[in-house]
Nanobody, 116 residues
């Protein structure tokens, strides 16, 4: 079992930046890691992903503004969010998935609110 704790959310003005962190209770270097976001009444959206091998993908809506990274030595994943827009407002969730075994874990989420 891996427990994930997100931090770094908050209220920021449009154009500002935030860095989200996702700290894992155990080693996640073999896991693929994703950041998702969700607003009430809407589907959860995949924002960014980084595989265990370091391959990275972003949703079109955040390309060029968000950067996902991981520090396997610290069992921590980050999401640097720049040039934030009001439409980035959501609860952001960290998710780790093992690419082979059926192991899939979620954090509790952290609220990001971008004011116009």
């Amino acid at each position: 079992q891996v427990q994930l704790v997100e931090s770094g959310g908050g209220l920021v003005q449009a154009g500002g930046s935030l860095r989200l962190s996702c700290a894992a209770s155990g080693s996640i270097f073999r896991f693929n890691v994703m950041w998702h976001r969700q607003n009430p009444g809407k589907q959860r959206e995949l924002v960014a992903a980084i595989t265990s091998g370091g391959s990275i993908n972003y949703a079109d809506s955040v390309k060029g503004r968000f950067t996902i990274s991981r520090d396997n030595a610290k069992n921590t994943v980050y999401l640097q969010m720049n040039s934030l827009k009001p439409e980035d407002t959501a609860v952001y969730y960290c998710n780790v998935q093992h690419p082979v075994y059926d192991r899939n874990y979620w954090g509790q989420g952290t609220q990001v609110t971008v004011s116009s």
